[in-house]
């Protein structure tokens, strides 16, 4: 089990850009990890992941292109870098991780997958 700190949220208005950190308490080269967000009344949504040593990484339809995800594989640290930030991006991102996944068909997108979870840092995007 690691602890996971998320920091770097804020307000920022559509267009703009924003990075997210996610500091582990532990070596997580290893494991899957994850960035998922929940807005008001929406179910927790995968954002992005990545995958042990952080040779594949995945991201949602909606932010394919605008979002990056990737490792500081010595500072045990993983970051998201959103760009062209829009309205729909707003919400409380998670991070997340999972030395394996629960189940042998979970996917990286599934909540249920991770074992391992920050408290959360709080993004809203404006118009």
């Known amino acids: 089990q690691v602890q996971l700190v998320e920091s770097g949220g804020g307000s920022a208005q559509a267009g703009q850009s924003l990075t997210l950190s996610c500091a582990a308490s532990?070596?997580?080269?290893?494991?899957?990890m994850a960035w998922f967000r929940q807005a008001p009344g929406q179910e927790r949504e995968g954002v992005a992941a990545s995958y042990p040593r952080g040779v594949h990484s995945f991201y949602t339809a909606s932010v394919d292109g605008r979002f990056t995800v990737s490792r500081d594989l010595r500072q045990n640290t993983l970051l998201l870098v959103m760009e062209n930030l829009k309205p729909e991006d707003s919400g409380m991102y998670f991070c997340?991780?999972?030395?394996?996944?629960?189940?042998?068909?979970?996917?990286?997108?599934?909540?249920?997958?991770?074992?391992?979870w920050g408290q959360g840092t709080q993004v809203t995007v404006s118009t």
């Open positions: 532990g070596d997580t080269s290893v494991y899957y």
């Open positions: 997340a991780a999972a030395r394996r996944f629960a189940a042998w068909s979970s996917t990286w997108s599934d909540a249920a997958a991770y074992a391992d």
